[in-house]
T-cell receptor
Framework: QQQVKQSPQSLIVQKGGISIINCAYE??????FPWYQQFPGKGPALLIA?????SEKKEGRFTISFNKSAKQFSLHIMDSQPGDSATYFC????????????FGAGTRLTVKP | DTEVTQTPKHLVMGMTNKKSLKCEQH?????MYWYKQKAKKPPELMFV???????INESVPSRFSPECPNSSLLNLHLHALQPEDSALYLC????????????FGPGTRLTVT
């Protein structure tokens, strides 16, 4: 059972454009929602994360928007650069003392120069 | 320092071999994880150690045997693997509890021949 659904599967954006990746979750017990960036042959790197008590979090060009009632969250990459080309995974985990984090299927982002 | 190190970077082994993957972190994290990642797929949780005790085993075949000798080290012992076990094996660590950032290592690329 896929607990975190991510879309689109792939995304092509022009340099300077906005990249938007969406995720939806089912389990209302999830209380931590990170985004990871992964380059080929490397491990995932934590990009930005949000908890459900806020609706938006911004770090530089990266913004997470969170809609608790709709059980959806999204990553916005402003002024996308070719160096942002990577695979992005959303994830969700639940509760203190529960280390079970579930990943979305991933979005392969290509930023064209 | 948010570094998780893994050795070796690459490993090729036959189906009758016994090998071990190693992971180390010095961030004082008390939760450590093994994930398996196939090409173009998200990481799949295999094992979780919390305070050096196995807390989650995601029904992983017994040919994979985890070990946590101390709070900084995590091993994955491999024996009688199958070609379909070829994948990127990722180690991660976090503060104890599910709602904290997980930091991933670069992974070990395993090929079973």
């Amino acid at each position: 059972q896929q607990q975190v659904k991510q879309s689109p599967q792939s995304l092509i954006v022009q340099k300077g454009g906005i990249s938007i990746i969406n995720c939806a979750y089912e389990n209302t017990a999830f209380d931590y929602f990170p985004w990871y960036q992964q380059f080929p042959g490397k491990g995932p790197a934590l990009l930005i994360a949000i908890r459900p008590d806020v609706s938006e979090k911004k770090e530089g060009r990266f913004t997470i928007s969170f809609n608790k009632s709709a059980k959806q969250f999204s990553l916005h990459i402003m002024d996308s650069q070719p160096g942002d080309s990577a695979t992005y995974f959303c994830a969700a985990s639940r509760g203190y003392n529960n280390n079970d984090m579930r990943f979305g299927a991933g979005t392969r982002l290509t930023v064209k120069p | 320092d948010t570094e998780v190190t893994q050795t070796p970077k690459h490993l090729v082994m036959g189906m009758t071999n016994k090998k071990s993957l190693k992971c180390e972190q010095h961030m004082g994290h008390r939760a450590m994880y093994w994930y398996k990642q196939k090409a173009k797929k998200p990481p799949e949780l295999m094992f979780v150690y919390s305070y050096e005790k196995l807390s989650i085993n995601e029904s992983v075949p017994s040919r994979f045997s985890p070990e946590c000798p101390n709070s900084s080290l995590l091993n994955l012992h491999l024996h009688a693997l199958q070609p379909e076990d070829s994948a990127l094996y990722l180690c991660a660590s976090s503060q104890e509890g599910g709602s904290y950032e997980q930091y991933f290592g670069p992974g070990t690329r395993l090929t079973v021949t």
